[in-house]
């Protein structure tokens, strides 16, 4: 299904062209990141690289990285670019340290985010007749204000019912005749599977599509979210350090998320060597944030995984394409030297007859040797069945694993419902090692 597009001046804007406006705001934030910033200043001074020698994008590769470490070190305003005056919100995440990660925005950068999130839900088919719920957290982390904002923007009626409380988001989604979902991918599958439970029909809901990220899902669980919920579903990406949700989004073409491109840079990078590598390369993706005055992040290195791409997408966009996230060089597990990615692991799971995609990783180290031990829920169909059939997906799962991900584990199945649910960001991995 084609669905309109918010913005086509930009979103299906020639290449060259692009490129140039991307160069032209490109010096501007430099220059402001230069000046405001001392951090950055210095950093720029150590490689020997002033404002004036940055031109075009091609320049991008002179400048040097900033990290999540940056934002830590200079807690909690270091890194601002504009007077606090200016300030209007600031927006966060949990840092893994225990203190936050703040991201200060001024009218502008509200306004912008707003914008790239007016986009991604009319790639979803939102308009001024759509109800989008919106059960993202809201607060500090961006998921519920940034698709509140957007849902506002294209002039949709919106339900901020924030995250939780299962019962009611579907007793809203059905009294109200909810069109768009925005949760995350995990919460729309429990939200599914409760549908099931309360045997509710899917045909009783409104829904059309949801806007589903803020943690890594697989093409599969696409599937099973799509099956139970009776919706098309999107990936839609987003960091604090950049914006918030919407940096790129996917269209009904579903394949990859385009990157609003006016607003940030993308770059793959060789996450070794700190070198910039080709479209359809995989590698860490880094963003150089272009309009942004509060709190300008210059080819911030975000960890994530991906490859990117340039041709045109069927939709009519002519914005690069993320493809899905592969995975963080930093959740990447090392499991007796073996590169494990949790992602790897779930796309095994979900492909398996009698599994539900509620997993769990358990890492641990005994006489110096690691393990891993995967606990994984069976169906409610399977748990009633013969010993011999459980052992049979067990045999099964072993298998897949060790040819995906290289590695022997120990397969645990666990009665439905027994992994934790999550409303946010779901948790799979305990890693016992202390490393
Ligand atoms: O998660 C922003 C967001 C909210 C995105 C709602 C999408 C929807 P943070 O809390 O700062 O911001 O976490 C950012 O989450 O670097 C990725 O590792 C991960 N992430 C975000 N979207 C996706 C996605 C929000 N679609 C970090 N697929 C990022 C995989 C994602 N991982």
């Not at 641990?364 to 995967?374: C, G, M, V």
């Amino acid at each position: 299904m084609r669905t309109k597009i918010w913005n086509s001046d930009v979103e299906c804007m020639d290449r060259e062209r692009l490129r140039a406006l991307q160069g032209e705001r490109l010096r501007a934030v430099v220059k402001r990141e230069y000046e405001n910033v001392p951090l950055y200043r210095e950093r720029m001074d150590e490689k020997g690289v002033k404002p004036a020698d940055i031109r075009t994008v091609d320049d991008l590769q002179y400048l040097p990285f900033m990290e999540k470490t940056d934002l830590r070190d200079t807690f909690p305003y270091g890194l601002f670019a504009a007077p606090k005056k200016d300030i209007v919100r600031i927006q966060g995440s949990s840092g893994t340290t225990g203190k936050p990660i703040v991201s200060g925005y001024t009218q502008n950068d509200i306004d912008a985010w707003t914008e790239m999130m007016a986009r991604t839900l009319t790639a979803a088919g939102a308009d001024e007749n759509s109800i989008v719920q919106v059960c993202y957290g809201y607060g500090l982390f961006t998921g519920g204000l940034g698709a509140h904002q957007g849902a506002g923007r294209i002039g949709a009626m919106t339900v901020p019912m924030s995250s939780g409380n299962t019962q009611r988001q579907i007793m809203m989604m059905l009294e109200l005749g909810t069109t768009h979902l925005c949760c995350t991918p995990s919460y729309a599958l429990y939200l599914g599977e409760t549908l099931e439970k309360m045997r509710i029909d899917r045909s009783q809901l409104k829904l059309k599509a949801g806007c589903f990220g803020a943690e890594p899902w697989t093409e599969e669980m696409r599937g099973e979210i799509e099956r139970l919920l009776g919706l098309d579903a999107l990936d839609i990406y987003g960091l604090t350090e950049i914006a918030g949700p919407g940096v790129s989004f996917e269209c009904m073409e579903k394949h990859g998320m385009h990157v609003n491109e006016d607003h940030v840079i993308p770059e793959i990078i060789n996450p070794l060597t700190g070198k910039a590598l080709p479209y359809g390369e995989k590698g860490e993706l880094v963003f150089t944030t272009i309009t942004k005055e509060g709190m300008p992040m210059i080819r911030y290195r975000t960890h994530d995984i991906c490859r990117l791409h340039d041709e045109k997408c069927a939709c009519g966009r002519t914005l690069v394409r993320m493809e899905r996230l592969m995975g963080r060089t930093d959740d990447m597990l090392v499991i007796r030297g073996v590169n494990v990615f949790p992602s790897q692991i779930e796309s095994v799971l979900v492909g398996v007859q009698g599994v539900a995609p509620h997993y769990l990783l358990v890492v641990d180290r005994q006489n110096a040797t690691d393990s891993l031990e995967i606990q994984v829920e069976v169906t409610d169909d399977m748990f009633a069945d013969s010993l011999g059939k459980l052992e049979e997906i067990k045999r099964i799962i072993g298998e897949r694993i060790k040819s995906v991900a290289g590695i022997k584990a120990l397969i645990t199945l666990v009665g439905p419902g027994t992994i934790p649910r999550f409303e946010g960001k779901a948790k799979r991995v305990i890693d016992k090692r202390n490393l």
